[in-house]
C-alpha cells in the first residue's frame, strides 16, 4: 500500500504578536486596558442609571436619536450612511427608545462590571466596541474612537485579557465552544488501494 501525505499550509503571525495576545505574561497590560475601560463603562451609566430620563422615559435617548437623524438645510448630517438613519427613525417611529434607553444605561453598567472584573472579557469587549461603533455611526465622536480600539485589542486578547481576573477560573471550567474538538492536524497520512504500484 502506497502512503501519501498532505500538508496544510499555515501561515504564521509575527511572534511578538503571538506572545503579546496569547501569553500570560502580558496580561498585565490587558489588565490597565480592561479596567481603564471597564471604567468608562461604569461612569458613563453612572450619569444615565440616575436620570429618569433615561430609565424611565427614555426622553434622553430620543432626544440623541432625534438630533442625529435631523438633516439640516446647510452644512453636513451627524449620520453618514442614509441605511442608518433609516434605522434610527423606524425606532423612533416605534417609540423604542422607552425601553432601549434602560438598556443601553444599564448594558453601559454591566460591560463595566465584566470588564473590571475580567469576565468573560472577549465578550464584553465585544459589546462594548458594538456600542461604540453605534454612537460613532449616530454621529458622536467624543471618546468612542479611543475606546472602540481599547475594545478591539481586548477581543484579540481574549485568551489572556483576563488572566488576571475571573477568566482565570472561568475559561477552563467552562471552556470554549470549539474546545470539545481539539483535533487540529497539521499532516495527515492519508492511504487508499487505489494508489498501490501495479504488481503489489
Known amino acids: 500500500m502506497m502512503a501519501i501525505t498532505l500538508k496544510k499550509r499555515v501561515i504564521e503571525e509575527p511572534q511578538a504578536i503571538t506572545q503579546l495576545l496569547s501569553n500570560p505574561r502580558f496580561s498585565i497590560i490587558w489588565l490597565v486596558i480592561r479596567v481603564w475601560l471597564g ?3 461604569i461612569e458613563a451609566s453612572s450619569h444615565k442609571i440616575g436620570n429618569p430620563a433615561w430609565v424611565q422615559t427614555g426622553e434622553a435617548l430620543k432626544g440623541f436619536w432625534t438630533s442625529a437623524v435631523a438633516i439640516p438645510e446647510g452644512g453636513r448630517p451627524a449620520i453618514a450612511f442614509d441605511w442608518y438613519r433609516s434605522f434610527l ?3 423612533l417611529d416605534a417609540q ?3 425601553w432601549f434607553a434602560k438598556l443601553v444605561a444599564y448594558g453601559e453598567l454591566i460591560i463595566g462590571i465584566a470588564l473590571i472584573l475580567g469576565m468573560f472579557v472577549g ?3 465585544f459589546f462594548s466596541g458594538f456600542m461604540n461603533w453605534n454612537f460613532m455611526m449616530a454621529g458622536s465622536a467624543s471618546i468612542n474612537p479611543l475606546l472602540f480600539v481599547a475594545a ?3 477581543i484579540l486578547a481574549w485568551k489572556t485579557a483576563g488572566y488576571l481576573g475571573a477568566d482565570f477560573f472561568l475559561l477552563p471550567a467552562i471552556g470554549t465552544p470549539w474546545s470539545r474538538n481539539k483535533f487540529v ?3 495527515r497520512v492519508v492511504t487508499s488501494p487505489a494508489l498501490e ?3 503489489d
Open 39 to 41: 471604567w468608562q463603562w
Open 89 to 91: 427613525q423606524g425606532l
Open 96 to 98: 423604542a427608545y422607552t
Open 123 to 125: 465578550i464584553a469587549a
Open 152 to 154: 478591539v485589542t481586548l
Open 185 to 187: 492536524e497539521e499532516e
Open 197 to 199: 504500484p501495479a504488481g
